[in-house]
């Protein structure tokens, strides 16, 4: 896929961070909107509010099991993102890629 750098970058900043993604949600907006980078803020945000939302409950367990799944889960789709962005590849993450697509539509 052939993606302009500046697409590229405003994608690698929404994986940084929870405010990195804030970020790249106001560098896309400007008249030049990149699809690549439209697409990997929406996969980026629904990463970031699923540890967020989900993190708080799964932290009362007292099982260092659940916890560490629920961490691993999070890094692999991080990671599977993130990689997918710099190859310049728009793969959904597994499992919740195409939900955080339709959840986030508007951005």
């Known amino acids: ?9 405003t ?17 896309n907006q400007e008249e030049n909107r ?10 980026a945000l629904g990463i970031f509010s699923t540890f967020f939302l989900l993190g ?3 932290g009362y367990f007292d099982n260092w099991m659940v916890s ?3 961490w691993v889960f999070i890094f692999i789709l ?9 190859n310049g590849e728009q ?3 597994p499992i919740l890629g195409a939900f ?3 959840l986030f539509k508007s951005f």
Do not use: D, E
Request: aromatic share 18%.
């Open 91 to 93: 793969k959904s993450v």
């Open 56 to 58: 708080y409950p799964i």
């Open 34 to 43: 990149s699809a690549f980078a439209s697409f990997h803020i929406r996969q």
């Open 78 to 86: 991080w990671l599977y993102g993130f990689m997918n962005c710099l």
């Open 1 to 9: 896929m052939n993606t302009s750098s500046k697409g590229k970058q």
């Open 100 to 102: 955080y697509q339709n």
């Open 68 to 70: 560490a799944s629920f």
């Open 11 to 27: 994608a690698i900043v929404s994986y940084l961070t929870l405010v990195g993604t804030v970020i790249a949600i106001f560098m």
